[in-house]
């Protein structure tokens, strides 16, 4: 069923284990949530039981436990919501070679990584996805998503790089640099289609409603520990 008000709204997973580990958690050695990241998805399931702003969402998550696991703690909470995965709203993949490798042997090998350069640059040597590759699945996945759910709201259970991409392409930004978005986990980011965009289908303008919104945190720790890269997640 749709009601003609197209929604997306992007949920960062909570923390995960491997941010607490200072791993490298590609959907190959992804562990899941961390304790605070199953605190912090159930605040957000709290939170949407009681406001029922999602009610009626497509729910949808990356093919990462940690996504998976935040999903399935939250969708209970929103009303008629069945869970779909899609690997396609995946983190950066760092490749077989450098997936679960530690933070500090990335840096000793590599040198820290350039995040606001060259998008073609190859910032997982070894098989790992340029920016650029990166940004053309998730943008792929997002048009195909929009496509098959018109008029819904559609709540996508993702990662912090996955709400980067997200962010720069629906406001045509640059694609790299210009500025940086630090994703709280479990925050809510929502964008809608402007109001010539809703009346026109050649228009594809979008606005955004909220970045950020973490209210439901209040009170915890942001971080089990401090985080050492900005892609740690």
Not at 73 to 100: K, Q, R, T
Not at 108 to 119: A, E, H, Q
Not at 128 to 157: C, N, Q, W
Request: hydrophobic share 35%; aromatic share 6%.
């Amino acid at each position: 069923m749709t009601d003609g008000a197209t929604r997306v709204v992007l949920i960062r997973h909570g923390e995960s284990q491997v941010t607490v580990d200072r791993v490298i958690g590609g959907h190959r050695t992804c562990s899941g949530l961390s304790d605070l990241g199953r605190q912090q998805a159930a605040r957000l399931h709290d939170r949407l039981a009681d406001t029922h702003e999602l009610d009626g969402a497509v729910l949808i998550s990356s093919n990462f436990d940690r996504a998976i696991e935040t999903a399935q703690v939250i969708g209970p909470a929103i009303a008629g919501a069945d869970l779909l995965i899609d690997p396609g709203f995946g983190e950066h993949d760092p490749g077989p070679e450098l997936d679960g490798m530690t933070f500090a042997a990335y840096v000793d090998r590599f040198g820290s990584p350039d995040w606001g350069g060259d998008p073609h640059h190859e910032v997982f040597p070894g098989g790992g996805e340029t920016i650029a590759r990166f940004h053309l699945r998730v943008g792929s996945t997002l048009s195909k998503t929009l496509a098959t759910h018109p008029g819904r709201t559609i709540a996508i259970s993702c990662h912090g790089g996955v709400v980067d991409a997200i962010f720069r392409q629906l406001l045509r930004t640059a694609p790299t640099g210009a500025f940086d978005l630090w994703t709280s986990n479990t925050s809510l980011t929502e964008f809608v289609p402007s109001h010539r965009a809703a009346e026109s289908a050649t228009d594809s303008k979008w606005r955004l409603v909220r970045y950020n919104d973490a209210a439901h945190l209040a009170g915890l720790p942001p971080a089990t520990n401090p985080p050492a890269q900005r892609r740690d997640d």
